[in-house]
């Protein structure tokens, strides 16, 4: 007969129903256990639901308010403001004047400085290149968000100049005979000379250059046969370094009608506008006509960004505003008061201001803001953060944020 171990002893009845009592009780717990997780789970669900719910509600009640006040957050007092002009670039504004351009932060704080001297700047922007240049002059300077990156001296007087993401500046210039476009680069090396003749094409009266730089588009005055119309000529161009006239060269025609301006939206998507239309483009080499509107009422102002492009319509007692995507269908319309005589596109934001009236409009319709600032307004535009917004007046710069 086998030793039994000194550890080990023989389990009685009694103590077996003791372990099935033992393991039902785990059971229990466990049980137990899984409940309270599926209660916290649940707890938790509503929680977010509840926290999504507030957060919907809130965004809703501050989306479709329509605010009347401002309230200055902070202020910044510049010198010369009321000699400068001011132009929303990056995340900041271009100051510029007869003596030179710089761009400021949301702060004031001054990021780059570039002195010069001309008789009357203009200032043109893409989303990541500025340009100044010296109208019916012959220097232009190329900036980035980090400044100077090219200059530019004309062989004739410049009148318009538009550039491209790349800082390709494309200038329409006076001749004796007449008018020429060129495109240059940064080092001042031309691209692409195309002179205009009267007889043929006519007068250049807006021109754009497309964001990538390879494709323009110019609207051109022309008389035929004593009756005025416009031709759009879209140029494209093999590349930066080809130099020739140009590649490739369409024409769309426009009997009777007036179109003074054009533009590019995003890629190789571009518009005309006429007296009392709106025409939208696609391609550069083979331009298709994806959309055309006809108004009504007069175009009174015309603003884009690479997404949409706003028209202000007037008639003698109203105006109204109007918003289009790059398919041409529209977005929003919404009736105005007051007459602006500056309008703006920001992020799908309309912007209306003159003199201390101001006006915005969401793309949905919503009027965010209706109301007066304390001083003429020079510049707005809006900044990061819940009915944030930069003005630019008589005083300075102003962050500010709407309210009731």
């Known amino acids: 007969m086998p030793k039994r171990g000194k550890n080990l002893r023989v389990v009685q009845d009694d103590e077996v129903l003791d372990l099935d009592k033992y393991w039902e009780t785990e059971k229990n717990i466990d049980e137990q256990i899984n409940a309270y997780r599926r209660k916290r789970r649940r707890m938790l669900i509503l929680g977010i639901v509840a926290i999504l719910v507030i957060i919907t509600a809130t965004y809703l009640v501050v989306h479709f308010q329509t605010y009347t006040k401002i309230k200055t957050v902070q202020e910044v007092e510049t010198s010369d403001v009321t000699e400068s002009g001011y132009q929303q670039f990056a995340a900041g504004v271009l100051r510029y004047s007869k003596d030179g351009i710089s ?120 008389i035929k046969e004593k009756q005025v119309e416009s031709k759009i000529g879209y140029y494209s161009f093999a590349g930066e370094n080809d130099k020739s006239d140009k590649v490739g060269i369409k024409e769309v025609v426009y009997e009777g009608e007036l179109v003074p301006t054009v533009g590019f939206l995003r890629g190789d998507i571009s518009f005309h506008v006429g007296e009392k239309s709106l025409s939208i483009y696609r391609g550069i080499t083979e331009p298709t006509e994806v959309s055309k509107v006809n108004f009504d009422l007069e175009i009174s102002s015309v603003a884009s960004d690479s997404k949409y492009i706003a028209v202000l319509l007037k008639d003698k007692t109203q105006y109204e505003v109007r918003l289009f995507g790059a398919n041409g269908k529209e977005k929003m319309r919404s009736q105005v008061k007051n007459v602006y005589s500056h309008m703006k596109v920001v992020d799908g934001q309309v912007i209306l201001y ?51």
């Open 354 to 404: 003159d003199g201390t009236n101001i006006c915005i409009v969401l793309k949905d319709g919503v009027e965010r803001f209706v109301g007066e600032a304390d001083k003429p307004i020079l510049e707005v535009y809006p900044l990061w953060g819940v009915n944030k917004y930069a003005i630019i007046n008589s005083s300075g710069m102003e962050t500010v944020r709407l309210t009731k």
């Open 103 to 222: 761009l400021l932060n949301k702060s004031g704080d001054v990021i780059f400085n570039q002195p010069y001297q001309m008789r009357n700047p203009i200032v043109t922007v893409s989303e990541s290149a500025a340009a100044v240049a010296d109208k019916e002059g012959n220097e232009a300077y190329i900036f980035n968000k980090e400044g100077l990156i090219g200059e530019v001296k004309t062989s004739a007087p410049i009148e318009k100049v538009t550039v491209s993401e790349q800082g390709i500046l494309c200038a329409l210039l006076k001749g004796d005979t007449a008018p020429s476009i060129i495109c240059y680069d940064t080092k001042g090396t031309v691209l692409v000379e195309h002179k205009s003749t009267l007889a043929t094409t006519g007068y250049p009266v807006d021109a754009r250059i497309s964001e990538d730089g390879k494709g323009m588009i110019v609207s051109y005055l022309h």
